[in-house]
């Protein structure tokens, strides 16, 4: 049974200090930030932040690690042992994990013990799978003046990682980012978000018990524009992958570009969710509902642009009202509870400003709208219906439980539609009917399309999007090969 109680005790005894080289910092911080709790707005704890000499002796420790140390001369098949006793520990210590992740992000309890924690330990455990089995191609060539040749490739680490990851999932997306690339040998360097470091920590407690070699990851927390800065400015990270905003991943991105490193990009998304007149409206209206409302709508493919067929639209409107009406926001440690507080008051603010952006630009408010009577970041689930995809609230991110209704006529309306965004990252169809299913799957553009459900979470499905939702893949084969470099060798024989 969930309880803030045990939870908060966790928060209070983490080590609440960089960890470098194996272990955590001791030592006055010259910069520290507060955790709040978005429920109750008290502080959590308070974290030593990372500053430019701890990113400095992280990055030295991976280079040690893997230029001249045990993991650089480790085996894949050593590394998935690792992986696989980490996975384990994970495992062991999921619920602490669920509970934590619950109390820092501000989410229902139920979510991180169903999805986040399933997902972190399936992710390392895919992972140690992959460890061993990264190989190269043997290539036949015309030869080298009159001489044959043997040529072939290997997959080799790409080098030091720098992982950002943001605040609404940090240990399932914190699991995509480090698992890859340790499995594929890369030393890695989580910069956790500062809204929500605390499961990181916990994170870096299990990778010293699991037995990782020193500086094969390390955690640095602090925050975006000071330890986050340094460390994708620092000329010893050879990657960067980034999950955030795409304002901050276009500063991310820029950083990287001076030193020519490569980026994994994963940014947000303003993801159309399809319903088609065809469709079965009671379980379409239950997954639209859960594609906006789930984790607050703080989701990165939070189906936010619900775009349904006229014939239907009445009728399907008033199903999703219903569904609205029956969140229950609250504590996430109340077992009633179905929708959590957003992460800070700034988050509060900018969500209250797109719904007043709503109103003003004339979309008909049919739920929620406000604040729900109680302390903490809440807002209530809102919907926008009759509205039109040029306003703000159809173009750009809310990240919020915001859904905006948009009817359209026909088929090709629909496709226009989904497509008329600055983003493409996910796309859900709802329809009976097999040849439109694949015909919509094939013409909307986003990196995930699912058909009568949410895109599974799962690791061996890749992950990303393009345009202002990024670039780059994470978690299947994609996800790791990300990681590596790849190398021909040829020998004139
Ligand atoms: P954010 O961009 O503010 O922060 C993300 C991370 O970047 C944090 O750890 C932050 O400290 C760090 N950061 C901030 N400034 C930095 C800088 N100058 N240099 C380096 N690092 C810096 O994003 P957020 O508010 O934490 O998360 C919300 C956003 O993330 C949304 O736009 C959402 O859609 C996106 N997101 C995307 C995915 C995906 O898979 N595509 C998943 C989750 C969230």
Redesign the pocket.
């Known amino acids: 049974m969930p309880q803030r109680s045990v939870a908060e005790d966790l928060a209070r005894d983490l080590p609440a200090t960089p960890f470098v080289a194996g272990r955590f910092e001791s030592g006055p911080a010259s910069q520290s930030f507060d955790v709040v709790d978005p429920v109750t707005e008290k502080v959590l704890t308070t974290v030593a932040e990372a500053d430019g000499d701890t990113v400095d002796r992280a990055v030295a420790s991976a280079h040690r690690a893997l230029d001249e140390g045990e993991w650089g001369r480790m085996d894949g098949a050593a590394r998935g042992e690792l992986l696989h006793a980490f996975a384990q520990l994970l495992q062991d210590r999921a619920e602490s994990f669920a509970d934590l992740e619950s109390l820092d992000v501000g989410k229902p309890a139920i979510e991180p013990r169903v999805i986040d924690l399933p997902q972190a330990i399936a992710t390392f455990r895919h992972y140690a799978g992959w460890a061993d089995k990264l190989t190269g191609h043997s290539i036949p060539t015309s030869g080298y003046q009159g001489r044959a040749t043997l040529s072939y490739t290997v997959r080799q680490p790409i080098g030091v990682v720098a992982a950002?990851?943001?605040?609404?999932?940090p240990t399932m997306?914190g699991s995509w980012k480090i698992a890859p690339a340790l499995a594929a040998g890369c030393p890695v360097i989580l910069?956790?978000?500062?809204d929500a470091p605390l499961t990181s920590l916990l994170l870096a407690q299990l990778a010293a018990q699991a037995g990782f070699p020193a500086g094969a990851l390390s955690v640095l927390p602090g925050?975006?524009?000071t330890t986050?800065?340094l460390l994708?400015e620092h000329p010893g990270v050879d990657k960067v992958s980034?999950?955030?905003?795409?304002?901050?991943g276009y500063?991310?991105a820029i950083a990287a570009a001076k030193g020519f490193r490569p980026t994994t990009l994963?940014?947000?998304?303003k993801s159309p969710q399809i319903v088609f007149a065809d469709a079965d409206l009671a379980a379409a209206a239950q997954g639209v509902a859960l594609g906006i409302f789930a984790n607050q709508g703080e989701v990165?493919a939070a189906g936010s642009r619900i775009l349904v067929a006229r014939a239907v639209y009445d009728e399907f409107v008033d199903r999703l009202v219903q569904l609205a009406a029956a969140v229950v926001p609250g504590d996430p440690f109340d077992p009633e509870t179905t929708m959590g507080a957003l992460i800070n008051p700034r988050q509060l603010e900018r969500v209250l400003r797109y719904i007043r952006l709503g109103h003003d630009e004339g979309a008909r408010l049919v739920a929620g709208g406000g604040r729900p009577d109680r302390p903490g970041y809440f807002v209530q689930p809102t919907l926008f219906a009759d509205a039109a995809n040029s306003m703000t609230i159809a173009r750009e991110?809310v990240?919020g439980p915001v859904g905006t209704i948009i009817a359209f006529d026909d088929d090709e309306q629909a496709v226009t539609l989904a497509n008329d965004s600055d983003y493409a990252?996910a796309a859900t169809l709802w329809t009976t009917d097999l040849s439109r299913a694949h015909a919509m799957a094939r013409r909307v553009r986003a990196g995930a399309v699912a058909v009568n459900g949410w895109s599974p979470l799962d690791p061996r499905l890749p992950?990303g999007?393009s345009k202002l939702?990024?670039h780059g893949r994470e978690l299947g084969l994609a996800g790791i090969e990300a990681n590596t470099e790849l190398k021909t060798v040829t020998i004139v024989l």
Do not use: A, D, H, M
Request: one cysteine or more; proline letters at 13%.
């Open positions: 950002i990851t943001p605040w609404n999932s997306i910069k956790p978000p500062e925050r975006g524009p986050g800065r994708v980034f999950t955030g905003s795409p304002q901050t500063q991310v994963e940014l947000g998304g990165c991110e990240f990252l992950w999007g939702s990024g």
